[in-house]
């Protein structure tokens, strides 16, 4: 490694743990080098685990989190994933239409809601659109349930591919309520690219669009970006959002109702 790149290099890292995230167009111009340059700089940074590289630039260094099985994701964090979809449940109104991705916060959604007529969901989870099934059966909520088509993810309980981007296109739905594998700065990332694409189409697709993110996502980077804090109307979370990130999320709320308050 020559001196020059050496130095950039040092200089990359401190910069990183000072300002937490750092994008590629501020080191280009900082070090008077191409946009390529610097991107060649923090993969082999991030080789060496100095940094995260993150969608347009770096972040403090966070290994990555690997999936679980979907089973054994349900009993993790039970008690704060059902105080985030209580929350959600609060912005579901009669006759709306919803986008639920694939995860097991928005899997909550189900078990939980109450009390709604004529209720449309949209979902490419499998165990989802069965316990919105159920929930009907309950007479919890009336309405229909679309269980978008695609290959089957029996791992995750879910569908995705082209066919569940095709019927997506179509559709148009009031509030899309999306899970995800992690979140770090600006940047939301889960761990299935064809799940991630569906969630970012349905994501185009919704008026409003709410992330639902326990503490143990926050801070962590997983597979795959599929999008960043501008596409969400609302963070709802069971933890305050990182006062470094408060520039990027002007809408984070705290859910703080239990499932025995109800």
């Known amino acids: 490694m020559n001196q020059l790149k050496e130095e950039r290099h040092r200089l990359i890292i401190q910069w990183v743990n000072e300002e937490k995230r750092v994008s590629v167009a ?37 290994t990555l989190e690997k999936e679980q099985a979907y089973l054994r994701k349900l009993d993790i964090n039970r008690a704060e994933k059902e105080q985030i979809a209580f929350e959600a449940i609060s912005r579901i109104e009669d006759g709306d239409t919803i986008a639920i991705d694939v995860g097991t916060t928005t899997f909550h959604i189900a078990d939980l809601i109450q009390n709604v007529q004529n209720l449309t969901v949209v979902t490419n989870s499998i165990a989802a ?9 309950e007479k919890r909520v009336t309405g229909k349930i679309i269980l978008l088509g695609g290959f089957t993810n029996p791992a995750q309980s ?22 995800c594998g992690g979140i770090v700065a600006d940047t939301i990332y889960d761990y299935d690219l064809d799940e991630s694409l569906v969630s970012a189409k349905m994501m185009a697709r919704s008026k409003k669009n709410i992330l639902l993110v326990d503490s143990s ?17 609302e963070v709802i979370s069971n933890q305050p959002c990182p006062k470094e990130w408060k520039k990027w999320y002007t809408s ?3 859910a703080k109702r239990s499932r025995s308050e109800c």
């Open 26 to 62: 501020q080191m280009a111009n900082k070090f008077s080098v191409t946009p390529e340059t610097i991107r060649r700089d923090l993969t082999e940074l991030e080789e060496l685990e100095q940094i995260t590289r993150v969608h347009g630039g770096a972040v403090l260094y966070t």
């Open 252 to 254: 984070w709320i705290i």
């Open 158 to 179: 879910s569908v995705s591919g082209a066919m569940t981007l095709e019927w997506l296109s179509h559709m148009h739905m009031d509030k899309a309520f999306i899970s």
């Open 129 to 137: 659109a069965d316990r919105f099934n159920q929930a009907i059966e």
């Open 217 to 233: 996502k926050i801070g962590i980077p997983s597979f795959f970006s599929f999008g960043d804090a501008s596409h969400f109307d």
